[in-house]
């Protein structure tokens, strides 16, 4: 169900990029502004300005303010306990990118004149918007306007705004009259909830004025108390005089006049600043004038270009972290740079609120915080930006008590729980079932603050509020589940909905009981840490928020018994208890032309009904606390669940491309890397108008980081297994981990590893630990990927080990014929005779035997030998099969696969007849078709051309060291089927044969 383009679709424009620290667009489609605005705008965690035309109106600009906020009661029908009663939705403030032009007096309309060149820019290097239009009005007047602006990363409310225009032919009078307009309202909400509100209130004007010196206006919302004001004063004016100042119809404007001659040019620095109260904050509202006036006063001190240096000095530490490069690919370098510098500008410094989900680009989701800010968003920002990680956490504290009235709400009498879409911390959703059943944002928030902790060694956050939220946030679990006898006393959690809302309701959600394990062990080791580090503050904590004495213990042994259940039939961990009962959704339902996602096209009850998923949330609980879960179980999980998963939320193809490159699937991490690179600048889910998408722009960067370069959190310690794909040359990344910056370089010949910042760091590479330090780079071989296979065709099973246990035959065997000659044979040397031909076996007896023998002689002991073990094996019958060989060998037949025995035994012809399974066998090899005994692949070799098949479409299965090597020797995916000590080189291990599953490899 998968419905992303191939990346061979995408090359053309992919390969028409050029500087990749710049996203330039010409398009003069008035259809694709409203995207636009989207991709060019700013914002500096506090203020975001979408990124539309001076000149001109448009439905879609806004200027949005974290802090300012409407509340809009939620109207039931039929209200219930613990409904949500109120919703939170970020309104668009008062607008201040306003400069109308007009050549005497008539006014410049853009859309009646003819465009004759046009070009954005946002320019990542620097932090600022440009924009160049050369336009012809219906008169014939011919001017080029150039324009550049910049939201402050320095100072919280700030916008800067660099306009001039110059004339080609025009000779005359012009106006430019600059101003701040009121009139722009929330948008509606349609037939899509994820655009637009049905608000109540909104923002009124509460004062508005202008002279020479500035012009301002003050607002408020009717509900949730918060006030506001913006105000405006310019700098720099070139050829133009003050000409009037005042009210307008919906806010207030200041005018400046002049004349142009060709190639003369007029122009000013427009310098804009606002500032809020906190919700019904008692603050004098002259205050907030007078704070914005202040913020102007620095601003115009400092003048434009030094603005500009300051937010270029600011993004250059950024950078410097990034420290990324992708060799031959200038595209996905650009888009890489274009969503990091979208998540850093959108996140929040000041900790008094999040990342929203359109972060301040626009108005989707209402401006609503989702768990996505803790589960993708922090995980980008916590190795870059370890201070913006830091303050969406004390954001969640802030509003901890929030969570827990919400806990009280939903009938917990004690703990916390943070609700799924929020800005003041309240639950926003009035469809409990995929809102407040999310329990699984708990562990969402609790996650991100262990890695938080881990990476930057802040372990003061911990007493200063992580280890509450951790606490009361782990006390839910235990009141929505319990150890359950009917599960054999196994933990268990009751209706949640998990991340994949086209599931609702559920029992034991796998990502949500995953998660909850992490966070259950993560709470009892923290209160631990805790009472033997800091003892004062840990009995202090624990009385403030009554915890008990037992409590801790009680969260380890719900850790413990967690219910993470494995379907015997595919081997995959179901999505919840009934997920797997389910019909699959018919194709024909699953895709549409116009990527309306389903929930905009069915009735919630017929897509709960079956097998089909917004997002694997069984694959991102393998992503974010999946380290124990070996990597041929996630790739089983992987093949399942994309075949029923549609992608409908950005979300989803992140998880995909780092599952995908972990397990091998080289082409699809590609794929689906370039679904979540792209979801913004590709339109691909049709609503990048409404604001970008953060998360998915931070998963663009986990798919590089945790996909191509294996990054996870081992211990507490940072460990890689980077891989290089096809079509890179190579790339580079850089991470910080606590005061060191490491820098990250894949290529052709492996990694390399360098300390660009720091004395020291201790890191894992492909699972050994390494020691770096400063100026001694480590040079280091990594995996890469392995090219796909074509179709299985065949399976080609060994015998002793795999379908019989004849290996006590033949060790009693040599045992007899070693008494008689006086050799001694212990089981070291038994062990190394495993899996080798009679020949090399006796050889290997020989080494320690008292006396040299003649090839005649050898010969002579050889036959000696098969003679014991011929007249031992006379005694063999079907039942001495080991459990579980004949449904093994009968079910890839079933499947209509081939099946062929490779064994280093002479006597094979033999043994199958007497187990009774000589008939299931398309080919038999035995060592006497063969030159060379296994570790050399000449049997498996035979085998496959003997089925008439390429080796490589071949599986096959053996039960010794030297079998594997013959196997990958021949090309072929070698299964082992034993101990891993032994069997270490195995793709996939499996304890015995019973636990066989062809239908996994088929897949």
Not at 916 to 939: H, Q
Request: charged share 20%; net charge negative; with cysteine.
């Amino acid at each position: 169900m998968t419905a992303a383009a191939s990346p061979d679709a995408r090359m053309p424009e992919r390969q028409a990029v050029g500087d990749p620290w710049l996203l330039v667009r010409h398009g003069t489609d008035p259809a694709g502004f409203a995207q636009d605005e989207s991709l060019f705008a700013l914002a500096n965690g506090t203020l975001g300005v979408r990124g539309n035309l001076e000149e001109a109106d448009s439905a879609s600009q806004a200027t949005l303010l974290s802090g300012v906020w409407e509340r809009t009661p939620i109207e039931y029908h039929e209200r219930f306990p613990g409904f949500a009663r109120h919703t939170d939705t970020r309104i668009p403030v008062a607008d201040a990118t306003r400069i109308r032009l007009r050549l005497g007096d008539t006014p410049v309309q853009l859309d009646q004149g003819e465009w004759l060149q046009f070009e954005r820019t946002l320019d990542l290097r620097h932090g600022c918007y440009r924009r160049r239009l050369r336009w012809r009005s219906p008169q014939g007047a011919t001017l080029e306007i150039e324009t550049e602006r910049l939201v402050s990363l320095a100072q919280a409310g700030l916008l800067a705004i660099r306009y001039r225009v110059r004339s080609i032919d025009y000779r005359g009078p012009v106006t430019l009259e600059s101003s701040i307009g009121c009139g722009r309202e929330a948008a509606g909400q349609g037939d899509d909830p994820r655009i637009g509100s049905r608000l109540a209130g909104g923002l009124s004007t509460w004062a508005a004025q202008a002279d020479e010196a500035s012009a301002w206006v003050g607002q408020q919302t009717t509900h949730s108390g918060i006030r506001l004001a913006c105000v405006q004063r310019h700098e720099q004016v070139a050829g133009l005089v003050f000409r009037d100042a005042g009210r307008t119809a919906d806010g207030v404007m200041q005018a400046y006049t002049g004349t142009l001659a060709p190639g003369q040019a007029v122009g000013l620095d427009k310098y804009v600043a606002y500032a809020f109260a906190e919700p019904f904050a008692t603050d004098a509202a002259d205050a907030l004038p007078a704070r914005a006036e202040a913020t102007l006063a620095a601003a115009i001190a400092l003048g434009y270009p030094a603005l500009l240096e300051q937010q270029t000095q600011a993004l250059a530490g950024f950078w410097a972290q990034v420290d990324l490069a992708i060799a031959g690919d200038p595209a996905t370098e650009q888009a890489l740079r274009l969503n990091l510098f979208h998540l850093f500008q959108s996140s929040s410094r000041d900790g008094r609120s999040s990342t929203a989900a359109k972060g301040l680009t626009g108005e989707g989701y209402e401006g609503h915080y989702f768990w996505d800010a803790e589960a993708f968003m922090l995980p980008a920002l916590v190795t870059l930006a370890p201070e913006l990680a830091r303050a969406m956490l004390v954001y969640r504290h802030r509003t901890l008590d929030h969570a827990r009235r919400h806990a009280r709400e939903l009938d917990h009498r004690r703990g916390a729980l943070y609700a799924w879409r929020t800005i003041s911390g309240d639950e926003c959703s009035a469809y409990f079932p995929g809102g407040s059943a999310q329990y699984h944002i708990n562990a969402a928030v609790a996650w991100a603050v262990r890695l938080y902790v881990d990476a930057s060694g802040d372990q003061a956050f911990l007493l200063e509020g992580g280890a509450e939220m951790i606490f009361e946030t782990a006390r839910i679990w235990l009141q929505i589940g319990h150890f359950n006898p009917r599960r054999g006393g196994a933990f268990c959690i009751h209706e949640v909905t998990g991340p994949d809302e086209y599931s609702a309701l559920v029992d034991n959600n796998h990502y949500t009981n995953r998660m909850a394990q992490r966070h259950l062990r993560d709470a009892a080791a923290t209160a631990e840490w805790m009472a033997l580090t800091y003892p004062a503050d840990y009995a202090a904590l624990t009385a403030r928020i009554g915890l008990e004495a037992d409590e801790p213990a009680q969260w380890r042994a719900a850790a413990q018994a967690m219910y993470l259940p494995v379907d015997a039939e595919l081997g995959i961990f179901p999505q919840d208890d009934g997920f797997l009962d389910k019909p699959r959704l018919p194709a024909a339902l699953a895709t549409t032309p116009d990527k309306r996602p389903l929930l905009l096209r069915m009735h919630p009850l017929s897509i709960y009904r079956h097998q089909v998923c917004k997002q694997a949330d069984a694959l991102l609980a393998l992503m974010l606390a999946g380290e124990q879960v070996d990597v041929a179980a996630k790739r089983r999980n992987f093949d399942y669940y994309e075949g029923v998963t549609v992608h409908d939320s950005t979300l989803s193809a992140s998880t995909f491309a780092v599952i995908a490159a972990e397990v091998g699937h080289a082409d699809k991490a590609f794929h689906y890397f370039l679904d979540t690179l792209r979801v913004d600048l590709d339109d691909l889910h049709g609503n990048a108008a409404h604001g970008l998408h953060m998360a998915a722009m931070a998963g663009s960067w986990l798919a590089l980081t945790w996909g191509y370069g294996g990054l996870r959190v081992h211990g507490g310690l940072p460990a890689l297994a980077p891989r290089l794909p096809a079509a890179w040359k190579s790339y580079r990344f850089g991470l910080r981990w606590h005061d060191a910056h490491l820098r990250v370089e894949v290529d052709g010949d492996g990694v390399r590893y360098t300390l660009t910042e720091g004395s020291a760091l201790t890191f894992l590479h492909d699972g050994l630990p390494q020691r770096l330090r400063a100026g001694q780079p480590l040079r280091l071989p990594c995996a890469g990927f392995v090219a796909p296979l074509p179709p299985l065709k065949a399976v080609v099973f060994d015998l002793d080990g795999v379908l019989a246990d004849t290996a006590v035959l033949h060790r009693a065997a040599w045992q007899q014929l070693a008494d008689e000659i006086g050799a001694p044979l212990d089981e070291a040397t038994a062990g190394r005779m495993k899996g080798v031909d009679r020949r090399g076996s006796l050889d290997i007896l020989l080494e320690q035997a008292p006396r040299s023998y003649s090839e005649a002689e050898k010969e002579a002991l050889a036959a000696r030998k098969n003679a014991h073990y011929v007249e031992l094996i006379g005694r063999l019958r079907p039942q001495d099969l080991l459990p579980g060989a004949r449904a093994a060998v009968e079910s890839v037949r079933r499947a209509g696969l081939k099946t062929a025995l490779a064994s280093a035994s002479r006597n094979a012809p033999q043994l199958l007849d007497r187990l009774g399974i000589a008939t299931l066998f398309d080919c038999v090899v035995d060592a006497g078709r063969i030159a060379r005994s296994k570790p050399d692949p000449e049997i498996f070799l035979a085998a496959a051309s003997g089925l008439g098949l390429a080796p490589e479409e071949c599986l096959g299965v053996e039960d010794a060291a030297a079998g594997i090597a013959a196997l990958h020797g021949a090309g072929m995916v070698a299964v082992g089927i034993g101990r891993a000590q032994e069997l270490d080189r195995a793709d996939v291990l499996l304890p015995n044969i019973a636990a066989f599953d062809i239908s996994r490899f088929i897949r």
